[in-house]
């Protein structure tokens, strides 16, 4: 019998609870070390996942440049902006209410150092990867280069392999490792219940953020919004289900099609690129926990200025991000380092609570498309005689040229 992510994070974080409550301090060091190596190892990938997935996502845009998937990409970052400072207003507001103690994870009691130190550098910091993967996606688009292109679409491919096959497995065994520290440091039911309390606060606000996107977009495409989220419903089952936007593309485009007023041509190019450009919930999940574990592990909010700068370099991030679950946390890891100074307690906390609502955010990820899709068809979707008329391919081509 195989068992999805979540039981085995869950599981992952039991038994890390009952080490750190009943074991004995060898045990305790060998969580520590285990958390120590592990978390040296995601953060040596990091760098690598962002110039991996930023790069060859703007490699394979080279045969749809132009204008339509220009304001494509547009809207999903404008969108994605706009979700995480209502996300963070919501967490500034709402989260000191949570009776959080300054510093209550690690201030506490004092536990055995690890067995061993290894310092595993990553290759390049996270805005030279950034910048990188920037320069090289362009110059790949620049010309004809399908060399450079195809290189980077594969070593993209490499990355995502890793992800799946190393990454993903041992992130239970790296939670189990972090909550045995927490739990042996006696802050163990506090994290808890600020967890449970922001776990609602972030699908709240999910389900709020759906509600304003579907609204402003039925009163710009002048249609009627209920009717593409009830066409959408499926997907956010699929979604929450499978939670990978890459999967329930499939799914989402099926439904996008059957809207009476949306051109299917349109559909078919906005669906599978908002699936990969557009994760508005999981940004906001990103946005809210940064907030709270900073308060949590550091005893005071991050300045405002901070989080601004942490909330537009995550937009660019997210365009990025992998399809599989857990992505978009482990491509934002670079900037919770280097913009908010997280560490692997911390990191390990954001990984903790945002896998445990990965469903919830992709399924926002993924219903929010449809609301995208209503604003694009309204500005590049041909209309004659009154009724919507299915725009030929050559069409859609001589609007990305």
């Not at 038994?15 to 190892?41: H, K």
């Not at 999910?206 to 304003?212: A, N, Y």
């Not at 402003?216 to 919004?225: E, H, R, T, V």
């Not at 700068?309 to 900037?335: D, K, R």
Request: aromatic share 8%; hydrophobic share 55%; with cysteine.
């Amino acid at each position: 019998m195989k068992f999805g992510l979540i039981p085995k994070l869950l599981l992952g974080l039991g038994i890390g609870i009952l080490i750190g409550i009943f074991g004995p301090d060898w045990m305790i060091r060998f969580t520590e070390t285990g958390s120590m190596l592990l978390g040296n190892l995601i953060k040596f990938f990091i760098p690598l996942i962002i110039f991996a997935f930023v790069a060859a996502s703007i490699a394979e845009f080279e045969t749809k440049a132009g204008k339509l998937l220009s304001f494509t990409i547009g809207i999903s970052y404008l969108d994605t902006i706009i979700a995480c400072g209502l996300a963070a207003a919501a967490a500034y507001l709402i989260i000191p209410n949570f009776a959080i103690q300054a510093g209550q994870v690690v201030e506490s009691i004092a536990i055995g150092a690890p067995f061993v130190t290894l310092d595993i550098p990553p290759l390049m910091n996270i805005i030279s990867a950034l910048v990188l993967a920037i320069i090289i996606g362009m110059a790949s688009t620049w010309g004809k280069a399908p060399i450079l292109s195809g290189a980077v679409i594969e070593f993209r491919n490499v990355v995502e392999r890793v992800i799946q096959k190393f990454i993903i497995p041992v992130l239970p065994i790296f939670i189990a490792c972090i909550f045995a520290g927490i739990a042996a440091k006696g802050a163990l039911f506090g994290t808890i219940s600020v967890f449970g309390k922001m776990l609602v606060l972030i699908v709240i606000m999910q389900v709020i953020w759906l509600i304003i996107e579907y609204t402003l977009a039925g009163m710009i495409s002048k249609q009627n919004p209920l009717v593409v989220f009830k066409a959408m419903l499926p997907a956010y089952f699929t979604a929450f289900g499978t939670m990978s936007s890459a999967v329930t593309m499939p799914v989402s485009l099926r439904q996008a099609r059957t809207i009476p007023f949306i051109n299917k041509k349109i559909a078919d190019f906005v669906m599978p690129l908002t699936a990969n450009v557009h994760l508005s919930g999981a940004a906001m999940t990103l946005t809210i926990s940064a907030i709270t574990v900073t308060l949590l592990t550091g005893g005071e909010l991050p300045p405002v200025g901070l989080i601004i700068s942490f909330i537009l370099i995550l937009g660019v991030i997210e365009v990025g991000a992998v399809g599989v679950p857990g992505g978009s946390a482990l491509a934002a890891i670079g900037i919770l380092q280097s913009t908010l100074g997280f560490g692997d307690e911390a990191i390990g906390l954001m990984l903790a609570l945002f896998m445990i609502q990965d469903s919830f955010g992709t399924a926002t990820n993924i219903t929010g498309d449809g609301s995208i899709l209503m604003i694009i068809n309204r500005f590049f979707g041909k209309e004659k005689n009154g009724s919507q008329e299915s725009t030929s391919s050559t069409d859609i081509e001589s609007e990305t040229v």
